[in-house]
């Protein structure tokens, strides 16, 4: 559920003076699951010999091992403390963090996907620390997804945990489900995009934020 945005900008929050500007965090874990390292690596062994490939000689004898290892990195977000602060400056113009690597696994292929994500607000009440962006985004990729659902998780997120103004994201990947087989595709790449509040209903904001993205890619 889609958190509704202010489209009036707040009054700026101020602090008395002398007393500490405090933090809010939230802790964001990730679904509770086991993982069975042990299982996977049977399984990937009898994904081997399912396939005609001998996973007994010398060459592929720890191979299960790894693709078992490989895949639970891969699927196993970590934990963080997702932390704001009062907006004591009263800033309201554009934060953009542009370039954040995402790598995630494509759910109709178990095969991953890897590309840059751009995301922006426009603070209202609070500002988010910067480095918790990027840990966001790897946060909800290190699981099965579609790009998609990625892109549009990330601006809900911001949604929720900063209440800003607007937020927008910009996800640009290759797909190796695209690019290695079926259609390979190999210099295919795809971009989605997710604008809530301001970013979405005021063409100025929605521009600046596009122009933003283009610069980065220049």
């Given at each position: 559920?889609?958190?509704?945005?202010?489209?009036?900008?707040?009054?700026?929050?101020?602090?008395?003076?002398?007393?500490p500007i405090l933090s809010a965090r939230?802790?964001?874990?990730?679904?509770?699951?086991?993982?069975?390292?042990?299982a996977a690596e049977e399984a990937a062994?009898?994904?081997?010999?399912?396939?005609?490939?001998?996973?007994?000689?010398p060459d592929l004898a720890r191979t299960?091992?790894?693709?078992?290892?490989?895949?639970?990195?891969?699927?196993?977000?970590?934990?963080?403390?997702?932390?704001?602060?009062?907006?004591?400056?009263?800033?309201?113009?554009?934060?953009?963090?542009?370039?954040?690597?995402?790598?995630?696994?494509?759910?109709?292929?178990?095969?991953?996907?890897?590309?840059?994500?751009?995301?922006?607000?426009?603070?209202?009440?609070?500002?988010?620390?910067?480095?918790?962006?990027?840990?966001?985004?790897?946060?909800?990729?290190?699981?099965?997804?579609?790009?998609?659902?990625?892109?549009?998780?990330?601006?809900?997120?911001?949604?929720?945990?900063?209440?800003?103004?607007?937020?927008?994201?910009?996800?640009?990947?290759?797909?190796?489900?695209?690019?290695?087989?079926?259609?390979?595709?190999?210099?295919?790449?795809?971009?989605?995009?997710?604008?809530?509040?301001?970013?979405?209903?005021?063409?100025?904001?929605?521009?600046?934020?596009?122009?933003?993205?283009?610069?980065?890619?220049?």
């Amino acid at each position: 559920m889609t958190m509704a945005v202010s489209t009036e900008l707040p009054a700026p929050a101020r602090a008395p003076v002398g007393l500490p500007i405090l933090s809010a965090r939230a802790r964001i874990d990730p679904p509770m699951a086991s993982v069975d390292v042990r299982a996977a690596e049977e399984a990937a062994r009898a994904f081997l010999l399912a396939l005609g490939i001998d996973p007994d000689t010398p060459d592929l004898a720890r191979t299960p091992r790894r693709f078992a290892a490989a895949y639970a990195e891969l699927l196993a977000p970590g934990s963080f403390e997702f932390t704001t602060f009062d907006n004591v400056e009263g800033y309201d113009e554009m934060v953009i963090v542009r370039d954040v690597p995402v790598q995630s696994v494509c759910e109709h292929h178990l095969l991953p996907f890897v590309g840059t994500a751009h995301v922006a607000y426009l603070p209202a009440d609070r500002v988010v620390g910067l480095s918790k962006i990027p840990r966001l985004v790897d946060h909800l990729a290190r699981r099965l997804q579609t790009q998609e659902r990625l892109t549009v998780q990330i601006a809900d997120a911001l949604v929720t945990h900063v209440q800003p103004q607007g937020v927008g994201v910009v996800i640009e990947a290759a797909h190796s489900c695209m690019t290695l087989r079926g259609a390979r595709a190999e210099t295919a790449t795809t971009q989605t995009s997710a604008l809530r509040g301001l970013l979405r209903e005021d063409a100025r904001s929605r521009a600046e934020f596009f122009a933003l993205i283009h610069d980065s890619a220049r």
